[in-house]
């Protein structure tokens, strides 16, 4: 029964809080890169946070349509316009839209600042490199982002100038991710090849 | 002649009585016949059992009941896919997706049905005798009144 009938990996408890696991750790430490492969099942790393952070009491923006319907059955999650969302999932590689106006928070309630899920490719290795200092990072270190537009850099820098008021950010590629939350400085030191 | 299939909602509780042996052995092989999938994550927990009450018309919980749910899909005439699903009161994730299975094959009557039909029929067949046997024991236990009152009371006398 269970060969004909496996739940996808990354909506397996156990898979989800090993998943869970590793995204704390890249948020506790920006900059550092996790490889999530042995725990996806073969599914894309961003699909695996989504799955690790969405249930049906939070709200999800997929504004360019990258989400099946039958990832929406799995993750269970509410659809909402990108201004409502609590996480929104969008491709990097494009610039932004230039109506994007995800959720920032109040002063009384910045964790209601939106989390957005970023798909890139070539995340450590390649492509915009930047250097990062702040929170839960020594001195400083550098990050290569892959091919993530540097648009989205410069409208995170709008969206987080009112700090606690902001956004985080979670760049994935097929099997690794990185967070910079919006505690993190960051600061673009150009392509790395 | 065939008797007429009892109506969709009975069924969960029918195959719930079968052999679960048999039920698991016969998802399990119809699961791989016809390509089935999940088609949402499977879950088990406990479900909070409402009730309103008559006076206020309040809603209260009255307590909580462990419920799992499945909803599969499988692969059906024609290419086309069709689903199943299972909301049972029971733990077990394998038992509610092999319900899923079964519910799917015979709602949609797809190869197996039949099987599935047999099970469903001792399954009903089960249910039968566990309420006759209930209905025995709650006769034993009632009391004619009348003949007291035709016996008439001795302390009166």
Avoid at chain 1, 126 to 142: D, F, M, N, Y
Avoid at chain 1, 145 to 172: E, N, S, Y
Avoid at chain 2, 15 to 30: N, P
């Amino acid at each position: 029964m269970t060969t004909a009938l496996d739940v996808p990996a990354i909506y397996r408890p156990k898979h989800q809080q090993r998943l869970f696991r590793q995204l704390l750790d890249c948020m506790a430490r920006p900059g550092s890169v996790a490889d999530l492969a042995a725990w996806t099942g073969g599914a894309p790393a961003a699909l695996a946070v989504l799955a690790a952070l969405c249930d049906s009491e939070v709200s999800l923006a997929d504004p360019q349509r990258l989400l099946t319907g039958g990832d929406w059955d799995f993750l269970e999650c509410r659809q909402s316009p990108v201004a409502q969302a609590r996480f929104i999932f969008v491709d990097g590689t494009t610039a932004p839209a230039a109506d994007l106006e995800p959720a920032l928070g109040a002063l009384t309630t910045p964790e209601q600042g939106a989390t957005i899920v970023i798909r890139v490719s070539g995340l450590g290795t390649t492509g915009q490199k930047v250097r990062l200092s702040g929170p839960g990072i020594a001195a400083q270190c550098e990050l290569g982002l892959g091919t993530l537009h540097p648009g989205w850099l410069d409208q995170r820098a709008v969206w987080c100038r009112f700090f606690p008021l902001g956004v985080d950010l979670v760049v994935c590629d097929e099997s690794r991710v990185a967070a910079l939350p919006r505690t993190t400085r960051v600061t673009q030191m150009g392509m790395h090849r | 002649m065939t008797t007429p299939i009892p109506p969709r909602s009975l069924w969960m509780r029918a195959f719930a009585a079968a052999e679960s042996d048999r039920v698991l052995a016969l998802a399990g092989r119809l699961a791989i016949e016809h390509g089935a999938t999940h088609r949402s994550a499977p879950r088990a927990g406990l479900a909070l059992l409402r009730l309103r009450e008559s006076v206020m018309l309040d809603t209260f919980y009255l307590g909580e009941i462990p419920v799992t749910t499945a909803r599969v899909a499988l692969l059906g005439r024609d290419g086309l896919h069709v689903e199943g699903g299972a909301v049972v009161m029971d733990d077990d994730v394998e038992f509610a997706a092999a319900l899923a299975v079964l519910d799917g094959v015979l709602a949609h009557g797809l190869a197996g049905a039949a099987e599935a039909r047999e099970l469903l029929d001792e399954g009903l067949a089960q249910i039968e005798r566990v309420a006759n046997v209930r209905a025995a024991m709650l006769s034993r236990t009632k009391v004619d009144f009348s003949l007291m009152a035709e016996a008439g009371d001795d302390n009166r006398a």
